[in-house]
């Protein structure tokens, strides 16, 4: 009776470490964008921050996006430089900062290469409104003009 139970208890051991696993560098990017989505709309909305997020641009971050990496280079670009000191030192700007700068620095060294981009359209980025991708009927002209 003892061996059996030594044996379930190790494989309950085994059953709990494997939902232990490190995340993957796409589901890194996908939780940190996510993350920063919601802090810039709680920044846009909160009343200690909304002054700081005038100057701020659109950014309607999609990391199967190609164009993703130089809007937030372009975007941290201009919350690094803020012009008022008081903004830049709000702790939830100084937050964005930080998960910017992590984002970035993650799409860019850490997982390069690893993340595949389905899409180039930075307008997308800009507005938050994809143009409809048509690669079927693309290919149906082209055979209908042969």
């Known amino acids: 009776m003892r061996p059996a139970l030594a044996a379930l208890a190790c494989f309950l051991s085994f059953v709990r470490l494997s939902d232990c696993a490190p995340p993957t560098c796409y589901s890194r990017v996908l939780g940190l964008s996510t993350e920063?989505?919601?802090l810039l709309d709680k920044i846009h909305t909160y009343h200690g921050t909304k002054p700081?997020?005038?100057i701020l641009p659109t950014i309607f971050l999609d990391?199967?996006?190609?164009?993703?990496?130089?809007?937030l280079r372009d975007f941290l670009y201009v919350v690094l430089n803020h012009p008022s000191r008081h903004c830049r030192e709000r702790p939830r700007m100084v937050l964005?900062?930080?998960k910017m700068n992590n984002l970035y620095t993650i799409i860019n060294r850490v997982c390069?290469?690893?993340l595949v981009f389905f899409t180039d359209d930075c307008e997308a980025i800009d507005t938050g409104h994809a143009r409809p991708h048509h690669a079927e009927d693309r290919l149906q002209l082209l055979q209908e003009e042969r």
């Open 36 to 38: 920063i989505m919601s």
């Open 52 to 54: 700081c997020a005038d």
């Open 63 to 71: 990391v199967h996006n190609s164009c993703v990496t130089t809007k």
């Open 96 to 98: 964005l900062k930080r």
């Open 112 to 114: 390069y290469r690893d």
